[in-house]
């Protein structure tokens, strides 16, 4: 069957895109690419610009499923900032994936776990498929070659980055045309992989100017500091991991990227104007597909919150903060209300305080009760009112919102940059004076001046630094893990304790791409495939 999705001339881009994701990981029948192109035999396509860009268009498309449920799960729940409680009447308990994320008790039939693998295997596989259509063209210059296909290996190296961040061990697929079901690489080789080719690829991918949603020099640069950064704790063997990392930083910060004067501008309805945005996935409220549109409302908003917020939104009531990790914003930190939606919601047509069906004030509590009685399957785990919880609010609500988000989701900005260097300076022996410097920039953004102003800054409050500014960003798996915080979360009140064991480093790899592929090896510490 596989071989059958690699051959024939009269293949159609769709089918190639889809067979690049089934030889990966799992049969797939995402639509990768829309109507226009889809019926066009491949050997004639890429003979226009129009068509170049249509074939480049699904790789980048994959940005936009970055921010799902399952890698949101995986990355902000499964570390301290973010949880999916069950809500009273048995909203979002789905089979106990989010009590296993929070615990840290999960499997390799872990929905979300089994999520996120798929979402990142098929984005290679659509980056492997594009990128022989592109190589395999006579329509483009010698530069028009490099540039393109750069784009392309530095957008799949961004999900190979993801899946080894995650997993540690797995396929390595870069051939399009390899038809053998691939094995498990170990971490240190995949590292080894990723940092000679984002390094190969880093100067022929586009420049800032003119590079927004694009993967630039500076995503290039940016993702190496990370690979550099995180060596140590991902226990691969790296010479002068955090002095690469810090020169990597350096020519981040020589491209002309700056802080916006205002932290909002990162996140506002017209956000695609910030010069703090190193890597993007651009939305339109007029987004229709179902895997590319943006629905963080839905996911966190409650049912009724569309009546304060004066839109059109149907949520769902899931995710919100954990607890201790809102109170760590001190109150006059203006991002604190920037982020979480906290309070008492009032109807904005009528001003009365709006009521959940349950009978409660419709108040978004920072702290999350878990109600007593109410335990699922012989754990701690239990419901919580509907109403509980912070939810996010970092990128504003429109009027306008229906069923998607016009906002674009920033995957690399400036700021994590400015932090990433000050990290690696003081993990190296290096400057504390220009960590601090480095850090305090950050801080006297956030509030304004210099009052709050660090004098020496320390590792803990870098950590702490990340969170106040990074929250909601998908990062807060990998600094749990690189701070040594993983094992602890930030709902004590919940007396859901987590396990700790080592292994949980990595996630295992999903039972449904081993029902695909035998060849996968499970990751050490949980049971083997069998």
């Known amino acids: 069957e596989m071989s059958a999705s690699l051959v024939g001339s009269e293949m159609c881009i769709r089918d190639r895109f889809t067979g690049a994701a089934l030889m990966f990981s799992m049969p797939s029948c995402t639509d990768l690419d829309e109507t226009v192109y889809d019926k066009i035999p491949a050997e004639n396509f890429g003979k226009t610009d129009g068509e170049i860009n249509s074939i480049i268009g699904p790789a980048y498309n994959t940005f936009k499923r970055y921010f799902s449920d399952a890698c949101i799960a995986l990355s902000e729940c499964s570390g301290d900032m973010a949880v999916v409680p069950t809500r009273k ?27 996120a693998w798929s979402t990142a295997s098929e984005a290679i596989g659509t980056c492997n498929a594009n990128l022989k259509v592109v190589e395999s063209s006579d329509f483009l210059s010698d530069e028009q070659m490099s540039l393109y296909t750069s784009e392309i290996r530095g957008i799949r190296a ?16 870069t051939d399009y045309a390899d038809k053998e079901l691939p094995v498990c690489q170990p971490r240190q080789a995949v590292f080894d992989w990723l940092i000679k080719e984002v390094t190969e690829i880093a100067e022929t991918c586009p420049g800032r100017e003119n590079g927004y949603a694009k993967f630039t020099k500076g995503a290039a640069y940016t993702l190496l500091s990370k690979l550099y950064l995180n060596a140590e704790a991902w226990g691969v063997s790296c010479n002068n991991a955090y002095q690469m990392a810090a020169e990597c930083c350096d020519k981040v910060m020589a491209m002309g990227y700056i802080l916006e004067p205002d932290f909002k501008a990162n996140f506002s309805l017209t956000n695609e104007s910030s010069r703090e945005a190193i890597l993007a996935a651009p939305f339109s409220e007029t987004d229709t597909d179902k895997d590319n549109r943006w629905q963080l409302m839905n996911r966190t908003l409650h049912y009724k919150d569309q009546l304060a917020l004066s839109n059109g939104v149907s949520a769902w009531n899931g995710v919100c903060a954990q607890p201790e990790y809102v109170k760590l914003f001190s109150d006059d930190d203006p991002r604190k209300e920037a982020t979480f939606l906290i309070g008492q919601m009032y109807n904005a047509s009528t001003g009365e305080p709006i009521e959940t069906d349950h009978g409660f004030l419709l108040n978004h509590t920072i702290d999350v009760t878990m109600l007593a009685g109410t335990e699922y399957d012989g754990t701690t785990w239990g419901a919580v009112n509907q109403h509980d919880g912070a939810r996010c609010q970092k990128w504003p609500y429109s009027t306008t919102l229906t069923d998607a988000m016009g906002n674009d989701f920033h995957v690399f900005r400036y700021a994590d940059v400015l932090l990433m260097k000050a990290e690696a300076l003081l993990r190296s022996g290096g400057s504390a004076s220009e ?3 480095l850090v305090n920039q950050v801080r006297e953004r956030a509030f304004g001046d210099s009052n709050h102003n660090y004098a020496t800054v320390t590792l803990d409050d870098i950590l702490l630094e990340r969170r106040l500014e990074l929250s909601w960003e998908m990062h807060n798996r990998q600094d749990d893990i690189r701070f040594g915080a993983y094992d602890k979360g930030m709902w004590a009140a919940s007396n859901c304790v987590r396990k700790t064991d080592d292994y949980l480093k990595l996630f295992p790899i999903s039972q449904d791409a081993y029902q695909s592929n035998d060849k996968l090896t499970q990751n050490p510490g949980y049971p083997a495939f069998k």
């Open 89 to 115: 009447g048995g909203d979002w308990y789905d089979g106990g994936q989010y009590r296993e994320i929070y615990m840290h008790t999960w499997t390799s039939q872990t929905s979300v776990i089994k999520g």
């Open 158 to 173: 961004f999900w190979i980055y993801k899946m080894m961040d995650d997993w540690g061990n797995i396929p390595l697929v």
């Open 435 to 437: 960590a601090t410097s």
